[in-house]
Every structure is written in C-alpha cells, then in structure tokens.
C-alpha cells in the first residue's frame, strides 16, 4: 500500500533542473500533520546501493544533504500544500537514479541517511539525466 506519492521525475540534459515533490497518501495523511518529522529523499541507481540525498525536519524547517548534491539541491516543505519538494539544479549523468521520498514520523533528522530509520516510502521516480 502506496503511503507516499512522488512526481516530477523525468528526463533532462546534463545542466538542467527538475523538481520533484513528496505527498502522504493513504491512511498516514490523516495524521500527517507539517511538523515533528523527518522526511528525506534518497536515490537508487542501477548496480547501486540507496543513498540519502536530503532531508527536512518539518518541526524547525532544519535540512541535511549529501556531500554529491551540495549546492544543486534543495529541500523545501509546503505546509499549505503538505508535500516535501526537492529542487534539484546542475544535474549532472551521476544523478540518474530512482529517487525515493521517506518519513518518520515525530522525530528529528537524526541519523538521516539511514535507511532502517523510515518506516513509509514511496513507490519512486525515476530521473534521467543525460549528458
């Protein structure tokens, strides 16, 4: 059962942007509430293990990024709208993977880049960067 939904994947030449978005789905978005949780993205590309690329502690708006996407990414929460967005800048070949939204619930970013740390994900999209 799909907790999270993804979009904005896609294809785009090296350089380009794209933007993906994160929203609960399900039986979570009726106790998602925009603070007190981490939510992250992580990416998986071919022959690769899951890495974490961001993340967002929606209790104080404080984020985390991995050293590959620092200066290029960024994430961003919209409480109106209850998604997480990652806006992702400069793409570069290397950034092609399927990119995965994560969240758990009523905890800090502590330990991001773990991934046994977030009990919901989504099912992903995929994006493609070519050079």
């Known amino acids: 059962q799909v907790q999270l939904v993804e979009s904005g994947g896609g294809s785009v030449q090296a350089g380009g942007s794209l933007r993906l978005s994160c929203a609960p789905s399900?039986?979570?978005?009726?106790?998602?509430?925009?603070?007190?949780?981490?939510m992250a993205w992580s990416r998986q590309a071919v022959g690769k293990e899951r890495e974490g690329v961001a993340a967002?502690?929606?209790?104080?708006?404080?984020?985390n990024y991995a050293d590959s996407v620092k200066g290029r990414f960024t994430i961003s929460q919209d409480n109106a709208k209850n998604t997480v967005s990652l806006q992702m800048n400069s793409l570069k070949p290397e950034d092609t993977a399927i990119y995965y939204c994560?969240?758990?619930?009523?905890?800090?970013?502590?330990?991001?880049?773990?991934?046994?740390?977030?009990?919901?994900w989504g099912q992903g999209t995929q994006v493609t960067v070519s050079s």
């Open positions: 994560a969240i758990v619930f009523g905890s800090t970013c502590d330990g991001w880049a773990r991934r046994s740390k977030y009990p919901y």
């Open positions: 967002l502690y929606t209790g104080g708006g404080s984020t």
């Open positions: 399900g039986p979570i978005a009726n106790i998602y509430r925009p603070d007190s949780h981490c």
